[in-house]
């Protein structure tokens, strides 16, 4: 059995494939096994792939039947995955040398089932670097802290995890985009004790990533929402109706601040964008069970939870144009 799994999807990715493998073949922990998952690639991805495994044992090529997307692509390598404990790499990012060995010794030494790595995130436009902050001052979390804390994303979601949980809460892939977030949540949720190591995990920043776009899939953040809710209704475990006040709190602020964003930006949808997103909103409301959500948020303007299409666009609407004159 290797010691750690690494899973790359990798789509069109030729540019920066190269460094990404090489920060793989360059691992200090050597008993590793490194599983990339070319998701139909057009370009030269799958010729550099064959390349890496000719000559490097470690290195597993799979290749998805259709392009489906870098979390159905992940769970493919999941299945053949025999590490001890599993992370993820992007095919635009890379390790340092001995990523690997830091974080499986801080695992082995605190017997933890999750070691959060640093991410430094590497700006593409001028490839200037930042530490992406972690917001607690401690060192270690207990699953339910590690969740409370990555919901904000005041704790990200790079890490090495024991291989049982990963394989028992595989990627979530209901939408192309943000539902593989709330797979960080659930190992976190279920881990006996998240660990910070001081491995470092490099994340390429583009500005024209989908996330960053004005695009329609922006709203699939709800859906995403709601695929995770549904996740934790199925959960059996003690701190169950906390942590579903906890989500749904969330889940609701998120609904919230979706709107706002189509506030600021409808005019750049068209007629039929627009009434795709309104449609989703009418029937994200209808989700939210408003005895979760947090009295100090709900009571607020603007917060209140409202089924009703037409009267929360009013409320809101009436809420963001408040904000607007007072310059908050």
């Given at each position: 059995?290797?010691?750690?799994?690494?899973?790359?999807?990798?789509?069109?990715?030729?540019?920066?494939?190269?460094?990404?493998?090489?920060?793989?073949?360059?691992?200090?922990?050597?008993?590793?096994?490194?599983?990339?998952?070319?998701?139909?690639?057009?370009?030269?991805?799958?010729?550099?792939?064959?390349?890496?495994?000719?000559?490097?044992?470690?290195?597993?090529?799979?290749?998805?039947?259709?392009?489906?997307?870098?979390?159905k692509a992940r769970n493919l390598g999941l299945l053949y995955a025999q590490g001890e404990y599993v992370a993820m790499l992007d095919a635009d990012d890379w390790y340092d040398a001995d990523t690997l060995q830091l974080?499986?010794?801080?695992?082995?030494?605190?017997?933890?089932?999750?070691?959060?790595?640093?991410?430094?995130?590497?700006?593409?436009?001028?490839?200037?670097?930042?530490?992406?902050?972690?917001?607690?001052?401690?060192?270690?979390?207990?699953?339910?802290?590690?969740?409370?804390?990555?919901?904000?994303?005041?704790?990200?979601?790079?890490?090495?995890?024991?291989?049982?949980?990963?394989?028992?809460?595989?990627?979530?892939?209901?939408?192309?985009?943000?539902?593989?977030?709330?797979?960080?949540?659930?190992?976190?949720?279920?881990?006996?004790?998240?660990?910070?190591?001081?491995?470092?995990?490099?994340?390429?920043?583009?500005?024209?990533?989908?996330?960053?776009?004005?695009?329609?899939?922006?709203?699939?953040?709800?859906?995403?929402?709601?695929?995770?809710?549904?996740?934790?209704?199925?959960?059996?475990?003690?701190?169950?109706?906390?942590?579903?006040?906890?989500?749904?709190?969330?889940?609701?602020?998120?609904?919230?601040?979706?709107?706002?964003?189509?506030?600021?930006?409808?005019?750049?949808?068209?007629?039929?964008?627009?009434?795709?997103?309104?449609?989703?909103?009418?029937?994200?409301?209808?989700?939210?069970?408003?005895?979760?959500?947090?009295?100090?948020?709900?009571?607020?303007?603007?917060?209140?939870?409202?089924?009703?299409?037409?009267?929360?666009?009013?409320?809101?609407?009436?809420?963001?144009?408040?904000?607007?004159?007072?310059?908050?």
């Amino acid at each position: 059995m290797a010691k750690v799994t690494v899973l790359t999807a990798v789509y069109n990715a030729e540019r920066y494939l190269r460094q990404c493998l090489d920060s793989l073949a360059a691992q200090k922990l050597k008993d590793c096994q490194f599983i990339c998952i070319d998701d139909c690639s057009t370009d030269s991805s799958h010729a550099i792939l064959s390349e890496y495994a000719a000559r490097d044992a470690r290195f597993q090529i799979l290749r998805t039947p259709v392009n489906s997307g870098q979390a159905k692509a992940r769970n493919l390598g999941l299945l053949y995955a025999q590490g001890e404990y599993v992370a993820m790499l992007d095919a635009d990012d890379w390790y340092d040398a001995d990523t690997l060995q830091l974080a499986f010794d801080t695992l082995v030494s605190t017997g933890a089932d999750c070691a959060v790595m640093n991410l430094i995130q590497h700006f593409e436009d001028d490839s200037s670097q930042t530490v992406f902050p972690i917001k607690s001052d401690k060192s270690q979390w207990s699953g339910e802290e590690a969740f409370r804390l990555s919901l904000d994303w005041s704790l990200h979601g790079l890490y090495v995890v024991k291989a049982d949980i990963h394989k028992k809460y595989p990627f979530d892939d209901s939408c192309r985009l943000y539902s593989d977030d709330n797979t960080t949540r659930m190992h976190y949720l279920n881990s006996n004790r998240v660990v910070r190591c001081d491995a470092n995990y490099y994340y390429r920043k583009h500005s024209q990533s989908m996330t960053n776009a004005c695009s329609v899939r922006r709203f699939d953040y709800m859906l995403a929402n709601l695929s995770m809710r549904r996740q934790l209704d199925k959960l059996d475990i003690s701190n169950k109706d906390e942590v579903l006040r906890m989500y749904e709190t969330h889940r609701w602020l998120n609904i919230v601040g979706c709107y706002y964003y189509y506030f600021l930006n409808k005019q750049k949808f068209s007629y039929d964008e627009c009434k795709e997103i309104e449609i989703l909103f009418s029937e994200m409301l209808q989700t939210i069970d408003s005895s979760l959500v947090s009295n100090r948020h709900k009571y607020k303007f603007g917060y209140y939870p409202i089924r009703n299409y037409s009267l929360f666009c009013f409320v809101e609407d009436a809420y963001f144009r408040l904000r607007q004159v007072l310059g908050r």
